[in-house]
Nanobody, 122 residues
Framework: QVQLVESGGGSVQAGGSLRLSCAAS????????IGWFRQAPGKEREGVTV????????SVADSVKGRFTVSLDNAKNTLDLQMSNLEPEDSAMYYC???????????????WGQGTQVTVSS
């Protein structure tokens, strides 16, 4: 059974940084990709990054490109999301999710963590 646990959320002022971590366990052949997603109140869940676990290659959404980066540690089974120069618009619940194909669509992901809240104040 795949389990994903996010940590590292919190409150920060605009321009600040946060580092989120996704701890994964129980991976099988059906979980080749891990995505970071976020959802703000009243908005749809959107993809932030998508990482191929095998190669480490990461795609980053245009909305966060240049500000968010991903670090994959296969030894520790963690995928960290480093967020810099945060903006109030980045405030959301952040989730990591695992799936078998590359996709920006939440419905294509099989396993989800419980989420961690990020709040950015102006």
């Amino acid at each position: 059974q795949v389990q994903l646990v996010e940590s590292g959320g919190g409150s920060v002022q605009a321009g600040g940084s946060l580092r989120l971590s996704c701890a994964a366990s129980g991976f099988t052949y059906s979980t080749d990709y891990i995505g970071w997603f976020r959802q703000a109140p009243g908005k749809e869940r959107e993809g932030v990054t998508v990482t191929n676990i095998g190669s480490g290659y990461t795609s980053v959404a245009d909305s966060v490109k240049g500000r968010f980066t991903v670090s994959l540690d296969n030894a520790k089974n963690t995928l960290d999301l480093q967020m810099s120069n945060l903006e109030p618009e980045d405030s959301a619940m952040y989730y990591c999710a695992a799936g078998r194909t590359f996709s920006w669509m939440p419905r294509h992901y099989i396993y989800w963590g419980q989420g961690t809240q990020v709040t950015v104040s102006s």
